[in-house]
Each structure stands twice: as C-alpha cells, then as structure tokens.
C-alpha cells in the first residue's frame, strides 16, 4: 500500500512539473513584451512548449503513469523476459 502511494506521489509531481512548465511557458507567450525582449531562439521554444504542452501532456502524463506502473509493479510476462534475458546473460 505504501508503494503505491509512492508511486501516485511521484506520478503526481512529474505531472505537476509538466503542467508548470507550460503554464510558464504559456504565460510568457500571452505577454508581448515579454516575448519583444527575448531571442528569437527562445520564442520559438516557448512557443512550442506552449503548443505542445497543451496537446500532448495528457498523452505524455499517461505514458510517465504507465512506466512507473510498470518498472514498480511489472505484469509477470515482463517479469518472465526479464528473467530470461539475465539468466542468458
């Protein structure tokens, strides 16, 4: 039970970094004078952070949730290739 917990924890913090992340993003984006000061370069990041963060965080949370899922609770047939590829080792 408290691995689980641990586990929702630390679902829960890398979907909370994520969603941070683009909220800056999105923020400087929505300021034009912001974004008149910075680099080209860095625009372009912004913008696509922005762009992206919105369309594919729910898609990029889900996978983070399904490997952490996996690498502390793997499904016994990844536990069975496991086991094989270390006793062919």
């Known amino acids: 039970m408290q691995q689980q917990q641990q586990d929702i924890s630390a679902q829960n913090r890398i979907t909370n970094v994520l969603a941070t992340t683009v909220a800056i ?3 400087i984006v929505a300021s034009p004078a912001a974004m008149a000061k910075l680099p080209d370069a860095v625009v372009t990041v912004l913008k696509t952070t922005t762009t992206l ?3 594919t965080q729910p898609v990029l949370v889900t996978v983070v949730g399904i490997v952490v899922a996996a690498i502390t609770h793997p499904p016994r047939w990844l536990s069975d290739v496991a086991h094989g590829i270390r006793h062919r080792l």
């Open 53 to 55: 963060g919105n369309t």
């Open 25 to 27: 993003a999105g923020a």
